[in-house]
């Protein structure tokens, strides 16, 4: 169904129902090509294919997790701390593993060309993108508050896909329609192999925050979809150029990020130690700097309230370059 209509389809529908299963579907095929090209740039710079197969030991698995971080995965100490809202973004490409990545391509792949069609793309990659993001920021969330994680992964985007498609079903058919129930079934699913996982153990969790949110977001922005209104050809052309705009965007912060912050990925004691060095070197702009970016980190610490306290004394003592007193 082209963008023209805005009729939310039916299952049956003749228009919907394709012979190809991405015809009509060309923002659907590019995300599935875009995850999958991520993911080989991952084990490429990781430098072994065991790395996509998930069966590294704890050393590969710190290695792993840096080349993610590097690439932009959501780590909720700094996308919080440092405020890193690109990775809220970025994050949404990035994949654990061969299996992680596949079971994500497959649901799109069954879910993405159907939605596709039926509500045209002007609508279907904005929902992407915004039910990634909001998934993302629920992980983030979630990470600060019960301890910090490394969160990656489409499924929060992909559970804002079958959130929107409950909402439509529930518009078209009711919510005991087959099509919400379907939906219904599909997300409790995702819930309950997250909490099973999770119970289980090991180092790699699936990120339950991430699909609730995502599908939250999902279910909100299609609730604000309004029957009969239409794109022309040029709105279509600008709503999709926004949204690439906005991915490309948050690559190239991660990149620029990654190559002019320093203290990218410090933690509390190392930027301390930073500080502490400039200071002793008469760098007190820097000791400043390094002191705050510490104290992002975890603002309650006394004992970095302590510390930023004799790092003004060492800049301030007599032949020390004269700054303003750390605050």
């Avoid at 060309?26 to 740039?41: C, D, E, Y």
């Avoid at 596709?116 to 990634?132: D, N, S, T, V, W």
């Avoid at 192999?193 to 925050?209: C, E, F, T």
């Avoid at 052309?237 to 906005?246: D, K, L, Y």
Wanted: glycine share 12%; hydrophobic share 45%.
């Amino acid at each position: 169904m082209t963008e023209a209509t805005q009729r939310e389809a039916r299952p049956g529908d003749a228009a919907v129902e394709e012979t190809g299963v991405l015809r009509g579907a060309p923002i659907t095929g590019a995300l599935l090509a875009a995850n999958a090209g991520v993911f080989a740039a991952q084990v490429s710079l990781a430098g072994n294919l065991r790395f996509a197969l998930g069966g590294a030991d704890q050393r590969d698995h710190t290695l792993w997790n840096a080349v993610l971080r590097w690439l932009g995965g959501n780590d909720s100490t700094f996308t919080i701390a440092d405020t890193r809202l690109e990775t809220l973004v970025t994050s949404c490409f990035l994949h654990g593993s061969i299996l992680h990545l596949g079971f994500n391509l497959l649901v799109l792949w069954q879910v993405g060309p159907f939605l596709e069609r039926a509500i045209g793309r002007a609508r279907f990659l904005p929902l992407y993108l915004g039910a990634g993001i909001i998934g993302s920021a629920f992980s983030a969330i979630a990470g600060r508050l019960f301890g910090a994680s490394l969160s990656i992964g489409a499924s929060g985007a992909i559970c804002g896909l079958i959130g929107a498609m409950l909402v439509l079903g529930a518009r078209t058919q009711g919510w005991r329609g087959p099509l919400a129930r379907q939906m219904a079934g599909w997300l409790a699913f995702l819930f309950v192999l997250g909490l099973a996982k999770n119970l289980q153990g090991g180092m790699v969790q699936v990120d339950n925050a991430a699909h609730i949110g995502g599908a939250f977001g999902g279910v909100i922005i299609a609730a604000t979809w309004r029957r009969g209104v239409t794109y022309t050809e040029r709105m279509q052309r600008i709503i999709v150029g926004v949204c690439i705009a906005v991915m490309i965007t948050a690559g190239l912060t991660v990149y620029v990020r990654n190559r002019t912050d320093p203290y990218l990925f410090m933690n509390v004691d190392e930027r301390l130690n930073a500080a502490s060095r400039a200071a002793r070197a008469g760098q007190c702009e820097e000791a400043d700097r390094a002191m705050k970016r510490a104290q992002q980190l975890d603002p309650g610490n006394e004992r970095l309230h302590d510390r930023a306290q004799e790092i003004n004394r060492e800049c301030l003592a007599p032949g020390a370059p004269a700054r303003p007193p750390h605050t």
